[in-house]
């Protein structure tokens, strides 16, 4: 089977080369391989429990991993921190929301990014809270995103309220790769429809995502590849122009291969490495 962006062209914007880590006794990530390709949505899918979290979070420096290697833009990075990946330009909206709760909007868009005010006051460290307040206002609004007040803590807003301010935080500062873990999971059908048009749009605009979700409908709807995670190990590879969402769900499951089957899968689905 020809998959959509495999080999295509063999500059992957960011890898991870056989990346393991442990947990204690569990053992989250077995040699998992996964590459993020120029111009491309990749799905990043698989049960509770498989390891989604935990690869976006050794990806972009959330936590060291034991083994394995990260490639940027060509070469070995080891991200200390999730700041450093920002730095680098990989945006995440990470699953538990780790934004700022009890800042406003400006100040969450703005969060490691402030503006200061000009001359002495931003020297004595002033911020300049007007330019971010019309930056965050027009950005909001160039996204459709629709926040009741953006001087109001994020606390105090509804989940997808916050999730779209975090959706939006992404969009702005992304540069070379955004990554999205389960960004529609608490957002009502209007504003999901919203977030996956913007994923297009970035992914229009040159800048790689990864899209994780349990939402299969919305996983076929905007990938151009999925990648299946079982158990900590990436099991499969499909082309959702092909695949179905059966064939989605038995990958994920283990259903249609089991492991002494492992020579004797379906043509749908493709083993990861
Ligand atoms: N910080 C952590 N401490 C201990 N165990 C963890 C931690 N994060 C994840 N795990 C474990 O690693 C495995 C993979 O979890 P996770 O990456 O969150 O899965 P997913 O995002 O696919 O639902 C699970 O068994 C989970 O309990
Ligand atoms: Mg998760």
């Known amino acids: 089977m020809e998959l ?18 442990h947990f204690g006794p569990v053992h989250a990530l077995k040699n998992v391989d996964f590459s993020v390709h120029a111009q491309e949505i990749v799905a990043l899918i698989g049960d509770n429990g498989a390891g989604k979290s935990t690869l976006i979070n050794a990806l972009t420096g959330v936590f060291p991993y034991d083994h394995g290697e990260i490639v940027f833009a060509g070469r070995p990075v080891r991200f200390a921190s999730p700041h450093e990946a920002r730095s680098a330009g990989i945006e995440t909206v990470y699953q538990d929301l780790a934004i700022a709760p009890h800042l406003d909007s400006v100040a969450n868009i703005f969060l490691g990014r402030e503006y200061r005010q000009t001359g002495l006051l931003g020297r004595l460290g002033f911020l300049d809270k007007d330019r971010m307040y019309a930056e965050t206002s027009a950005q ?3 996204l459709g ?3 009741p007040n953006l001087r109001r803590r994020l606390v105090t807003l509804s989940g997808g309220q916050r999730q779209g301010v975090a959706v939006a935080r992404a969009v702005m ?7 999205m873990d389960e960004p529609t999971a608490a957002l009502g059908v209007a504003q999901t429809a919203l977030v996956l048009n913007l994923m297009r749009q970035v992914r229009d605009n040159g800048i790689p995502i990864v899209f994780i979700s349990h939402n299969m409908p919305h996983v076929f709807e905007v990938a151009d590849r999925i990648v299946v995670l079982r158990l900590g190990e990436v099991v499969a590879e499909l082309d959702p122009r092909q695949a179905t969402i059966d064939d989605a769900v038995s990958a994920m499951t283990g259903s249609l291969r089991p492991r002494s089957m492992s020579n004797d899968r379906p043509a749908e689905v493709r083993h990861g490495r």
């Open 140 to 142: 909001l609004k160039q």
């Open 145 to 147: 995103v629709r926040v």
């Open 4 to 21: 959509a962006n495999a080999g295509v062209n063999g500059s992957a914007v960011l890898q991870a080369r056989g990346i393991d880590k």
């Open 173 to 179: 500062w992304a540069s070379k790769v955004v990554i």
